[in-house]
């Protein structure tokens, strides 16, 4: 038995909303409250005057793609093209090829990269992860119909796949090199979208089993749609106790950035309004396939139009009685749907940090800015259950920068947007322990409570009462999973 100590353990239970100690054994919560019997103690754990909270979750996330990023050039922080240029040119000599994350579209073209760098790959992986830009060595190379060297969607996608196969071994190195990371932002746990962009289904399950045998974690895998057949000749929703297989990822539409996000209104100079990924002849085969088997979509969905299109679709072919699908991001919502709303078996997955991110740049791109722009108020107002996560690794896994932003709505210009959509502290919470077990379909986590996981993310200051901008410091004291201290290692 082991005496968790010397904190406010924030529960998130109702009946019992705070408490000062904790006894945990086998992984479990055995006893919670004030002045707890010692007798069958065996080990203290002093907490310092920390304020613990159950285990927190990211509900969207790319665990394998972010160890990838960790492992790949970074140029998130490059604001202008001499930079970047400057950039490219230094790394020239040292690497075969150069494949770089998080590149803010500043315009540059296939000619400009060709300028520094034309006798070996570039490829600037845009941070919406839906577009690329290359030189014109690449476009040569695989014989590409673009003047710009801009790729979008499909195109980019097709690139990216002639990319030489990870194996196994550098999967794995991948995701160990990841999950060390999350430690440090308090997760214990994510909901992870992996399989359709490192070797497939068993490939990546298999990483997965072989990490977490010795690295703890909690982990909700996302079945990529492509893999339904690998998965209907290898069923199975729970692979071990760490391991759950979710819902089926599907995409809907696009980005903002990207001008892809299937809108209402056309964007800005142009009367296009985005694209769709299926046919609706494509997607309702899909959608019907996947009910035969018993399961649940996650669809990534942006735009207004888009989300109003998808739940048409998803109300006329519902999962079954007691299942929920998951909507991912549903970034803009249209009047039109929430007067044609009705309560369906839904919950989102937002990531409030793309509000940071994307505002005020996104703005320029809409001919009429949404009404409902990251609606988290309004989905709250109707009904429907909000997870959080941040899509990592297009956004820093960091939960306390995603309550910020959830909280204060603030954009890059530090101007504060859409202020009836703020939401409480308690809510954001909310949004990455007991909604995301909920929406991680998980009855054993997301409180401190008799018989939950022994998951807790301690921070050095009450999240629900410091001056807000301590949420922007790093403020994580202790992560513990199944009773185990994971960070920060002795």
């Not at 002849?281 to 959608?287: F, M, N, R």
């Not at 909507?327 to 078996?345: C, G, R, V």
């Not at 941040?390 to 890059?412: C, H, M, Q, W």
């Not at 502290?425 to 054993?444: C, D, F, M, P, Q």
Request: with cysteine; hydrophobic share 40%.
């Amino acid at each position: 038995m082991i005496l968790w100590h010397n904190a406010t353990f924030h529960t998130l239970d109702e009946n019992q909303p705070n408490a000062s100690e904790m006894i945990t054994n086998n992984g479990r919560i055995v006893e919670i409250g004030d002045n707890l019997n010692r007798e069958s103690v065996t080990k203290a754990v002093d907490l310092n005057n920390t304020h613990v909270y159950p285990g927190f979750v990211d509900s969207h996330l790319h665990i394998i793609g972010y160890g990838q990023k960790l492992n790949r050039f970074d140029v998130t922080g490059i604001t202008n093209k001499k930079e970047l240029l400057a950039f490219l040119r230094e790394q020239q000599t040292a690497h075969s090829f150069i494949f770089a994350e998080g590149y803010q579209n500043l315009g540059v073209t296939a000619l400009e990269i060709d300028s520094v760098v034309n006798d070996k790959w570039v490829l600037l992986r845009h941070r919406d992860y839906h577009a690329l830009t290359v030189n014109t060595k690449v476009i040569e190379d695989l014989n590409l119909n673009s003047a710009t060297g801009i790729l979008l969607e499909t195109a980019a996608e097709d690139v990216i796949k002639k990319m030489p196969s990870y194996t196994q071994l550098e999967i794995e190195k991948m995701l160990e090199t990841s999950i060390s990371h999350l430690y440090r932002f308090g997760l214990t746990g994510g909901h992870s979208d992996d399989m359709r962009y490192f070797n497939g289904y068993h490939s990546t399950i298999e990483a997965y089993k072989t990490v977490l045998a010795k690295t703890p974690f909690r982990v909700n895998l996302l079945l990529a749609h492509e893999e339904l057949d690998n998965y209907e000749k290898d069923e199975q929703a729970v692979i071990d106790e760490n391991i759950r297989l979710d819902a089926t990822k599907l995409f809907f539409d696009g980005t903002f950035g990207s001008k892809t996000a299937l809108m209402f209104d056309p964007y800005r100079n142009s009367n296009d309004c985005g694209v769709r990924i299926f046919k609706e002849g494509a997607l309702v085969d899909l959608i019907k396939r996947i009910r035969l088997l018993e399961l649940t979509v996650a669809v990534h969905v942006i735009g207004d139009k888009g989300l109003d299109e998808l739940l048409t679709v998803l109300k006329k072919y519902p999962p079954k009685q007691g299942q929920f699908d998951r909507i991912i991001h549903a970034s803009a919502l249209a009047q039109k749907t929430i007067d044609d709303y009705s309560p369906m078996p839904i919950m989102i997955d937002a990531q409030p940090q793309f509000l940071v991110s994307d505002l005020p740049e996104i703005k320029d791109n809409f001919s009429k800015i949404p009404q409902y722009l990251y609606p988290f108020k309004t989905y709250q107002d109707l009904k429907i259950t909000l997870a959080f996560g941040s899509d990592a690794p297009i956004e820093e896994p960091n939960p306390l920068l995603g309550i910020y932003a959830a909280v204060t709505r603030t954009g890059k210009d530090n101007k504060i947007y859409n202020e009836n959509e703020r939401i409480t502290r308690y809510e954001a919470i909310l949004g990455y322990t007991v909604n995301a077990a909920k929406i991680g379909n998980s009855t054993n986590s997301g409180k401190l409570k008799v018989g939950y996981r022994a998951d807790l993310s301690a921070f050095k200051l009450d999240l629900l009462k410091a001056p807000i901008e301590e949420l922007l410091r790093d403020q994580v004291y202790l992560t513990v999973i199944n009773e185990q201290i994971v960070y920060p290692k002795k």
